[in-house]
């Protein structure tokens, strides 16, 4: 089974930065792709950026290209999301996944574990 733990949420200032981290199983780290997604109230839950097992592939939303960094560092078994320049609009839940699917995977339905999420707020 697959655990997936986010952490590193929370409140920062428009123009700010957080990190979130995903701790996962070594075995989870180097077979699954990974994935942040996040999710606005009264909105669907939407992609945010992925990771190739290899670590050699990333993709993002074109919303957070330039501002956002996904990357995994193997040894502690753990992915991050640094995320900069925040917009009050990249306030959500923000959701770690995992997927066995391989590429750019963006959708929601090609990811079989999921985190029980982290809080970010960006006030203006």
């Known amino acids: 089974q697959v655990q997936l733990v986010e952490s590193g949420g929370g409140l920062v200032q428009a123009g700010g930065s957080l990190r979130l981290s995903c701790a996962a199983s070594k075995r989870t780290i180097n077979s699954y792709t990974l994935g942040w997604f996040r999710q606005a109230p009264g909105k669907e839950r939407e992609f945010v950026a992925c990771?190739?097992?290899?670590?050699?592939?990333?993709y993002y939303t074109d919303s957070v290209k330039g501002r956002f960094t996904i990357s995994k560092d193997n040894a502690k078994n753990t992915v991050y999301l640094q995320m900069n320049s925040l917009k009050p609009e990249d306030t959500a839940v923000y959701y770690c996944?995992?997927?066995?699917?391989?590429?750019?995977?963006?959708?929601?339905?090609?990811?079989?574990?999921w985190g029980q999420g982290t809080q970010v707020t960006v006030s203006s």
């Open positions: 996944a995992a997927s066995r699917a391989l590429g750019a995977v963006v959708s929601t339905q090609q990811y079989d574990s």
């Open positions: 990771i190739s097992w290899g670590g050699g592939s990333t």
